[in-house]
């Protein structure tokens, strides 16, 4: 492994988040500065794994920084799950003379990154870029802001039809293993339950905490949901049981 890293290779992997070509930016104008080459690899680890690399200068970035999405695109790759593809992925790295690679994406993205760092010692640095807000040590993950405020922009175009004729709603938003996206936009916008992954409080509860919003003198009710919470099967289920216990 080279002491002096003289070339870096920076990829966008898994799901697109509001930010990463602001990030990319970063790291390219940064590696510009410091006078050292910086290879953009495309669809990510797939990318890396059939070379298809494209050298950046600060030109490259001009103007992206507004744009929604990753202009170096996002693709999952089965095959660098195993090891015959990371050892095919090292060997263009070698063939490329990258002395290390940064990566922006979120969990699945940064474990790829942690077993490519471990067979082979090459340097792989993190940047953490995706809406769930589910990595260790950070408070708050590129794209995470973002998603709250469409999520509860929603809620309250929502709300004004919920309110108008007196119905109760379920909002299903992305979280499969974490509720941070539910429960910050939940509290944001006001609903009167919030159902996330990491607690289970059950459907019974539920029923009667929107009981007591019906006989506080609400006429409509949000429920926020996150897409991995097992209160119910899915969220029709779950607003089926809901409306059958509310006599």
Not at 110 to 139: A, H
């Amino acid at each position: 492994m080279n002491q002096t890293i003289k070339k870096i290779g920076v990829m966008t992997s898994g799901g697109d988040s509001p930010g990463m070509n602001a990030a990319l930016r970063s790291v390219v104008r940064t590696c510009a500065f410091h006078g050292v080459e910086c290879l953009g690899i495309y669809r990510g680890y797939q990318g890396l794994i059939e070379g298809d690399f494209k050298e950046m200068t600060a030109r490259s970035v001009n103007n992206i920084i507004n744009k929604g999405g990753t202009i170096l695109k996002s693709a999952r790759s089965q095959e660098f799950r195993t090891v015959e593809g990371r050892k095919k992925a090292f060997e263009k790295v070698n063939a490329s003379g990258m002395d290390a690679l940064v990566v922006i994406g979120g969990d699945g993205s940064f474990t790829g990154g942690m077993v490519f760092n471990e067979e082979f010692n090459f340097p792989v640095m993190g940047i953490p870029g995706t809406i769930d807000n589910d990595i260790y040590g950070t408070s708050s993950t590129l794209g995470f802001d973002t998603a709250l405020n469409t999520v509860v922009e929603c809620i309250d175009k929502i709300r004004d039809t919920a309110s108008s004729h007196n119905r109760l709603f379920f909002v299903e938003v992305m979280g499969r293993d974490v509720g941070h996206i539910a429960l910050n936009a939940g509290v944001g916008a006001g609903a009167e339950e919030i159902l996330i992954p990491e607690e289970d409080m059950g459907k019974d509860r539920l029923v009667e905490s929107l009981k007591r919003s019906r006989e506080s003198g609400k006429s409509s009710s949000i429920v926020v949901v996150a897409e991995g919470d097992k209160t119910g099967d899915n969220v029709f289920e779950l607003k089926d049981y809901v409306e059958k216990n509310m006599p």
